[in-house]
């Protein structure tokens, strides 16, 4: 049970939510908890929706980012996000259970996206305290300077949402994987 009231369905959350969750509704053919608890603020919900929004038209691939979402959401410990993006990986992003697995220990069977994944998981791990050589490695893997700024605030956005479930104690409405920080 999360330790906020989390609204029951869309027409629950605040009046300045409804046509966000709508949107969220048509885009991905249901509305995870996790966006009916951020729409009990309006503007929380808006922030987290324009950010991940922004982030989707990026130039990384889309496997690439839930790659960064197991890999952070592992470092954080959030049942919630490992248990989404495994589940999102698996179906739209189409990774096997070897690459999800590879994802959460900071690594990927994909040489290019391994570089991201192991600079993702750094960024985590160190709070964004990384050595000169962490940086040349995802540049030398062809990353250019906007897709590492990108990879970096998808370190962000994934470490709102860990933070955010781990702090309300969202409700799992996904097929459940612990991290292993909670195992």
């Known amino acids: 049970m999360t330790r906020i009231p989390l609204p029951a369905t869309v027409a629950d959350a605040p009046e300045a939510s409804q046509p966000l969750l709508h949107a969220v509704a048509k885009q991905i053919g249901s509305v995870p908890n996790l966006f009916r608890l951020v729409a009990t603020s309006p503007q929380a919900l808006e922030g987290y929706l324009g950010l991940s929004g922004a ?26 996000c490992l248990s989404a993006h495994s589940y999102l990986g698996k179906t739209l992003a189409q990774l096997d259970d070897a690459e999800i697995e590879a994802n959460r220990r900071g690594t990927s069977n994909d040489p290019k996206a391994h ?3 192991q600079f993702a998981a750094k960024v985590a791990g160190a709070r964004g305290h990384i050595a000169d050589g962490d940086l040349a490695a995802v540049k030398n893997a062809g990353y250019s300077d906007a897709q590492i700024i990108e990879i970096v605030q998808h370190v962000a956005l994934n470490t709102w949402t860990n933070y955010f479930n781990n702090v309300f104690q969202t409700e799992i409405d996904f097929p459940v994987v612990t991290t292993r920080a909670a195992a």
């Open 55 to 80: 982030l989707g038209k990026g130039a990384l691939p889309a496997a690439t980012r839930e790659r960064i979402a197991l890999a952070v959401a592992e470092v954080n410990g959030c049942d919630y």
């Open 115 to 117: 570089a991201a994944v």
